[in-house]
Structure formats: structure tokens, C-alpha cells
């Protein structure tokens, strides 16, 4: 047996490469899981390197700072061997968890496998020594020795891909270099050296031979420059990458200023600290003054107790805030402002900070004050107007009265005379026509006043004979039907739907109002109404007339409000498509046009079978109808 020691100062310097390679070993394996492919395999390489490397030199200065009283020599290929065995098995642990992630399956894999790469190189760094002696292992100690690795590296692995600040990846750093080299002083530990006989009387030297200390300074001093190049490649890489984060934020501020927005922060307390130039401008409070919660001080009094309420309740519950309240201008006037806030948590999920927007929708408040007068007084209006259309109703109703009795006279005194039959009937059919009008317009403005009080349209859906519905449409527009010289043919046997019955004689005199007036003069002139079954629970109405036509380029236009197409020779002002369409969409349809220049326009309207029971606005936009339908 030979009596052994270790020089303290070159196990201090092992114990201080291994903790050295392994801070620089997480550093570089914390940016693996962080970058792009390109670059996470440049990363995994210098960990491995950084790692392996590190703990090949801690374990080969501790080889040599072992005092065992012989000469000891190193056989290189089997040595560079152990260093490549380090390199390797390191690398692969930490291109798994790269391709893995870091879940406890994967990490249960690549502990191991690091942990047997280190002991592996161990092992085979000391098979690579050469004394005049025998080496045994003492095997209990060497498996402890093995495990320690295992834990170690797998404790090691961990910590990597944990986000941690620089203190904590130090201690991290010092407890892992610590255990690896407790590994390597264990299997030490499990080594037994004999010396040979011969010679014996000569191995009394206990102390390293100069070149031998040569050589632990010369390894210790490469371990050094290659992990501290490691970590300068580190910190350029950190320089990029807060440099990215600089211009990732200059972008976002811009963006918010795109938008009119000022950003702020506060704490995960809902603390607005530090330096908030945002709101401080719009605001005017100094820093002291928007301390804390010193904010809400230039909120609305009205609008105060809400924000904190609402924000208290936000931060508790770790939400997206959502809130509206005005703001002091440094003005001293108020402003109206949207807010949105988000929760900015760590990798743990703990908030650290909330991030935030106030946008300035002061105009937008004003716009829409604006449009409610506005629109308050249009239903004022159409109320007034409503109410005075009854009165010349009331008279044309009494006028037609007196018709009906002045026809009464006159078939009394005129007797049996042929031309008395003949008048009557006239007289009968045109009374008819005006009855049938005043009813219609009696509807309509029983609506109108209806809008003007609720705000709304609301529909009462019936179900419709739409061959009736459609003739009498077309009796009570035959005068201008013949004056134009033309007929209207509604196909017979429609189908009967549930729909508002005012809604859809709105729609479809409309249309059968506009294929008339624009019918083409030069030949007779047809309107035809027919339908068609789509699917089992909707059916399409077309309106087809051999009219001039409509140029394939306003075919959109025809549904805007205040726009119309072609010659503008016959009378209106644009907006009955454009209410056809609200109607439609109200009744849960859809209008389509095909039309071609010369040849005829068809519009199709397509219905459900069963009514859409909902309400709707009556005033379309300039963009086009956008109606907005709710269940009663």
C-alpha cells in the first residue's frame, strides 16, 4: 500500500475550474431553448465544450494534485480519449432536452446520460495513468461515486434550462462544481494503489515534481481561456439580444403612439413606480404625484371609485384589464381614454409586472353623443311627420266615402243603362285600388311612429300566401304598369312563408316598382315573379324583367344609400334598393342582382320558409345596410 495526499492549492484549483465550467456551462445552455436552430446547435456545442472540457481539466488538475508518493505518467491517446467521452456524452444530454424540452422525462434520460459520460471519462482518465504499481477499486465506493455523477449532472441539466437570475445560476453554479468534483474525489477515494517491490526505498518523494506542476498550470490556464472566450461569446450575445429587445420595445412604443395610446407600467401590486413619461404627459403629474396609486388622483371623481374597483378586482384575479374613464388633461380639461392591461408573468407564472395602454377616444365619445342627438331627432322628426301624414289620410278616406256614395246615386239614377254597369264597375275597381293604398300607408306609418317611440322596427310574423300577396301588389301598381304598356305575371302556386307582411310587400313593391319604371319603351315590356325551393328551408323569389339593364359595374352600387345607376331620367333619390336590402337582411335573407345592358336586370331574394323574429333599424348607412337582428 502507498501512503497517499492531495496538495490543497491544486484542489482548491480543480474545485474552482469545476464550478467556473459549470456557471459557464448554464449560461450558454440557458440560450439553447431560447434561440433558432442556426443557432441553438452553435450553443450546444459550447455548452458541451464548456461542460465537458471543464470537467475533464478539474478532474485531470485533480489527478495531479493527488500525492501518492511515485512517479506518474499519462498515456495520451487514452487520455484524449476521456476528454472526447466528456465532450460527447455532455453534448448529447443537452441535444436531447434542445429537441425534448425540459420535462422530467427527458431530463430522466439526459441526467443519466451525462452523469455515466462523466463517470466514463473518470475512469478512463485513470486508466490512462502509468505508475510502477497497482491500481484497484474498491467497487461499493465506485458505484456512490457513479451515482453522485448522476445526480449531479441530472441537478445540473435542470438548472440549465431553468430561467434564473445571475445569483441564483451562481449558487446554482458553485453547488454543481462542488458535487462534481465530490464525484471525482469519491471514485479517488475507491482507488487502491500498491507499489511494486522493486525499488521501493526511492518512492519517498511527496511532493509534485515541477513539470508536473507545469503541466496542472498549463491545463488549468487553457481551461481558463477557453470558458472565459465562452462567456465572451456569451455576453455578445446577450448584447444582441438586448439589443433586439431595445428595438422590439422602440417598435411596440411607436405603435402605441400609431394609435394614440401612452404606456405605463405598474408593479404586480398594481403600483404605478419609476419613471412613467406616458402618462405624465397627458396628465401633468409629476412623478411624486402619480406614485403608488397616486394615479387615480387624476381620474373623474364620477369615474374614481369605478377604476380602482375595477383595477383592485383585475390585479386580484390576474387578468386582462378592460375599463373606460377620463382623465385630467394637463390642461385641465378631460379627456375620455379606452384602457388595456396585461399581466407580465416570469417562468414560473408569479406576475412581475402589468403593462398597459390608455387610448384617447375622446372623438369617438363625441361622434357618438353626436349621432344619438342627431338620431334622437330623426325619430322626433319622423313622429312629427308621421302624425301630420294622418290628417290628408283622414280626408282622402273621407273623400272616398263620398265617391262610394256618389256611385250609389249614381247607379240609382241612371237605372239599368249599360253604361251604368260599366261605370260602376270602374268606379268600384278604383275605390278598390284606393282603399287598398290607404290601408298600406296607414301600416306604414302606424311603423313609423312605432320606430320613432321604441327606437326599432319590430316584425310580426305571419304566414303568407305569396301568390295573393304578390297579385295585389301588382293590381295596386296596374295603373302605371299599363301606362308603361307592360305586364306583371306572378307565377302561380308560390309558396306560402312566415314572414312580417308590411316587410315583405315593402320589398317586393319596391322591386316590382323599379323593373316597371325601368322598363325599356322601344318593346312590350314583361315583369315576371317566380320561385324556387333552396334546400328545404328557404326559398328564392326572382323578380325578372327585360328592362335596359344595369352596367356590371354599379351592380353594387344599386344597394347604396343615395346612389343610383344609368340615365338619370326617372324620379328618386336612391334609396329604395338600399332599404330592400335592410329589409332582407332584417327578415334573415339575402338580395342578389344579375343584370346585363340591353337585356334585363333579375333580382333574387332569397327567404327562409320560417320567420326570423328580431327588430332592426330603418336607417341604413351610407356603406351599405348593416342591420342589426335580436331575438324578441
Not at 110 to 137: D, E, S
Not at 285 to 304: F, N
Not at 509 to 535: C, T
Request: hydrophobic fraction near 45%.
Amino acid at each position: 500500500m502507498v501512503h497517499t495526499g492531495y496538495n490543497p492549492a491544486l484542489v482548491a484549483l480543480s474545485i474552482s475550474i469545476a464550478v467556473f465550467a459549470s456557471y459557464t456551462a448554464l449560461d450558454l445552455g440557458a440560450r439553447v431553448d431560447a434561440t433558432g436552430s442556426k443557432r441553438r446547435w452553435g450553443w450546444i456545442a459550447g455548452a458541451a465544450v464548456a461542460m465537458g472540457g471543464g470537467i475533464w481539466s478539474m478532474h485531470f488538475v485533480g489527478m495531479l494534485a493527488f500525492e501518492m508518493g511515485m512517479p506518474a505518467a499519462y498515456d495520451l491517446p487514452i487520455t484524449a480519449l476521456s476528454l472526447i467521452l466528456a465532450v460527447i456524452f455532455t453534448g448529447a444530454a443537452f441535444a436531447w432536452i434542445s429537441w425534448r424540452g425540459a420535462t422530467g422525462r427527458s431530463l430522466l434520460i439526459a441526467g443519466p446520460v451525462m452523469g455515466l459520460g462523466v463517470a466514463a471519462m473518470h475512469y478512463t482518465g485513470m486508466a490512462a495513468m502509468r505508475v510502477p504499481g497497482n491500481l484497484a477499486y474498491h467497487w461499493p465506493v465506485v458505484m456512490v461515486s457513479v451515482l453522485i455523477a448522476v445526480i449531479a449532472a441530472t441537478t445540473a441539466l435542470w438548472l440549465t434550462f431553468r430561467r434564473n437570475s445571475v445569483w441564483q445560476k451562481l449558487i446554482a453554479a458553485v453547488v454543481m462544481g462542488i458535487a462534481v468534483a465530490g464525484m471525482h474525489y469519491t471514485g479517488m477515494a475507491a482507488a487502491t494503489f500498491t507499489a511494486e517491490e522493486l525499488g521501493t526505498h526511492a518512492l519517498h518523494e511527496a511532493v509534485l515534481s515541477h513539470a508536473q506542476q507545469n503541466l496542472a498550470l498549463g491545463v488549468s490556464g487553457a481551461t481558463f481561456l477557453i470558458l472565459f472566450l465562452a462567456m465572451l461569446a456569451s455576453s455578445f450575445d446577450q448584447q444582441r439580444v438586448q439589443a433586439e429587445l431595445r428595438a422590439s420595445e422602440a417598435r411596440f412604443r411607436a405603435a402605441v403612439q400609431a394609435v394614440r395610446g401612452v404606456l405605463w407600467t405598474n408593479d404586480a401590486e398594481g403600483r404605478m413606480i419609476g419613471d412613467q413619461p406616458g402618462w405624465s404627459a397627458i396628465t401633468g403629474q409629476t412623478r411624486a404625484e402619480y406614485q403608488g396609486y397616486g394615479w387615480a388622483d387624476a381620474v373623474h371623481p364620477d369615474d374614481k371609485q369605478a377604476s380602482i374597483d375595477a383595477w383592485n378586482e383585475t390585479v386580484r384575479e390576474r387578468r386582462t384589464f378592460v375599463h373606460e374613464h377620463r382623465v385630467r388633461s394637463a390642461d385641465g380639461g378631460w379627456r375620455h381614454y379606452a384602457i388595456r392591461a396585461v399581466p407580465v408573468t416570469d417562468a414560473r407564472g408569479a406576475i412581475r409586472e402589468w403593462v398597459g395602454v390608455h387610448t384617447d377616444i375622446t372623438e369617438q365619445r363625441l361622434a357618438e353623443a353626436e349621432l344619438r342627438e342627431s338620431n334622437e331627432e330623426i325619430q322626433r322628426y319622423a313622429y312629427i311627420v308621421s302624425h301630420d301624414l294622418r290628417a290628408p289620410l283622414v280626408n282622402v278616406m273621407g273623400f272616398t266615402s263620398e265617391l262610394d256614395a256618389t256611385r250609389e246615386d249614381v247607379r240609382a239614377a241612371l237605372g239599368d243603362h249599360p253604361q251604368t254597369a260599366r261605370i260602376d264597375a270602374d268606379l268600384e275597381e278604383a275605390l278598390g285600388f284606393i282603399k287598398a293604398a290607404v290601408t298600406r300607408m296607414e301600416s306604414l306609418i302606424a311603423a313609423i311612429l312605432k320606430l320613432s317611440r321604441e327606437g326599432r322596427r319590430t316584425f310580426a310574423p305571419e304566414r303568407l300566401d305569396m301568390t295573393a300577396l304578390l297579385n295585389r301588389i301588382a293590381d295596386a301598381q296596374r295603373h302605371q304598369t299599363e301606362r308603361a304598356g307592360a305586364r306583371v305575371i306572378v307565377a302561380p302556386d308560390l309558396p306560402v312563408i312566415e314572414a312580417d307582411r308590411l316587410a315583405v310587400e315593402q320589398v317586393f313593391g319596391n322591386l316590382i316598382d323599379n323593373a316597371v319604371k325601368y322598363l325599356d319603351p322601344a318593346r312590350p315590356g314583361r315583369v315576371e315573379i317566380r320561385a324556387d325551393a333552396v334546400g328545404g328551408r328557404r326559398v328564392c323569389f326572382s323578380v325578372i324583367d327585360n328592362g335596359r339593364g344595369i352596367a356590371a359595374r354599379d351592380h353594387a352600387r344599386v344597394f347604396e344609400l343615395f346612389r343610383r345607376s344609368g340615365a338619370q331620367d326617372k324620379p328618386g333619390e336612391g334609396i329604395g334598393l338600399a332599404h330592400v336590402k335592410a329589409l332582407v337582411r332584417s327578415l334573415g335573407g339575402r338580395i342578389h342582382i344579375d343584370s346585363e345592358l340591353g337585356i334585363g336586370t333579375t333580382f333574387s331574394v332569397t327567404l327562409p320558409r320560417e320567420s326570423v323574429t328580431g327588430h332592426a333599424s330603418s336607417i341604413p348607412d351610407r356603406d351599405g345596410p348593416r342591420v342589426r337582428l335580436a331575438a324578441e
